[in-house]
Nanobody, 120 residues
Framework: QVQLVESGGGLVQPGGSLRLSCAAS????????MGWYRQAPGNERELVAT???????NYADSVKGRFTISRDNAKNTVYLQMNSLKPEDTAVYYC??????????????WGQGTQVTVSS
């Protein structure tokens, strides 16, 4: 089994910054892409950013230039640095990882979510 544990959410004023972390643990053979998604009330879950094991990144247009995704492969951890936060960034943020648990088994795993609220 694989667990993803997120941390770093909270309440921040518009224009502020937060850093989210997500650590994977358990029966891990290797990890492929990792990413962050978010879901605001009444909306579907949407992609925020992804990073491959080689470090290639992809961002939603709404966060380009403000958010930075990175990972530490030695720690099986992915980060999301969020700057210049806006009220519309308010959502529950979920970590995702594509994990190989054996030579033949690969699945997507999700964290429990962490609340980010941007408000004055």
């Amino acid at each position: 089994q694989v667990q993803l544990v997120e941390s770093g959410g909270g309440l921040v004023q518009p224009g502020g910054s937060l850093r989210l972390s997500c650590a994977a643990s358990g029966s891990i053979f290797s990890i492929g892409a990792m990413g962050w998604y978010r879901q605001a009330p009444g909306n579907e879950r949407e992609l925020v950013a992804t990073v491959t094991s080689a470090g290639s990144t992809n961002y939603a247009d709404s966060v380009k230039g403000r958010f930075t995704i990175s990972r530490d492969n030695a720690k099986n951890t992915v980060y999301l640095q969020m700057n210049s936060l806006k009220p519309e960034d308010t959502a529950v943020y979920y970590c995702n990882a594509n994990v190989k648990t054996s030579l033949r088994a690969r699945n997507d795993y999700w964290g429990q979510g962490t609340q980010v609220t941007v408000s004055s």
